[in-house]
């Protein structure tokens, strides 16, 4: 089946970075648009950023100028760069991504979660 195995989370000092990776895999045909989303027990689950299949961005403002997200489709693969990471930032960080697994089947798929802590 269909999966996306996200990798790269851990602890990290304020103002440090750190890089998550987001592995489609499964019998794909196409992989669509990717996005991370992060999660606290504190907040609903809040976009963070999505990279279309033609490799267009967008960014959350409260990350613009510090997280890039980016993909290689060769594969399969989205990244997240998290540059002067802040403790706010600490959170469950989630892929997610349409993925077609023939030309006219679609699934939305979610990672199972990566948890970064922002902490001296």
């Known amino acids: 089946q269909v999966q996306l195995v996200e990798s790269g989370g851990g602890l990290v000092q304020p103002g440090g970075s750190l890089r998550l990776s987001c592995a489609a895999s499964g019998g794909i045909f196409r992989v669509n648009d990717m996005s991370w989303y992060r999660q606290t027990p504190e907040k609903e689950r809040e976009w963070v950023a999505t990279?279309?299949?033609?490799?267009?961005?967008t960014t959350a403002d409260s990350v613009k100028g510090r997280f890039t997200i980016s993909r290689d489709n060769a594969r399969n693969t989205a990244y997240l760069q998290m540059n002067r990471v802040k403790p706010a930032d600490t959170a469950g960080y989630y892929c997610?991504?349409?993925?077609?697994?023939?030309?006219?089947?679609?699934?939305?798929?979610w990672g199972q979660g990566a948890l970064v802590t922002v902490s001296s």
């Open positions: 997610y991504a349409q993925i077609f697994t023939s030309p006219v089947r679609n699934l939305e798929v």
């Open positions: 990279i279309t299949s033609d490799g267009t961005t």
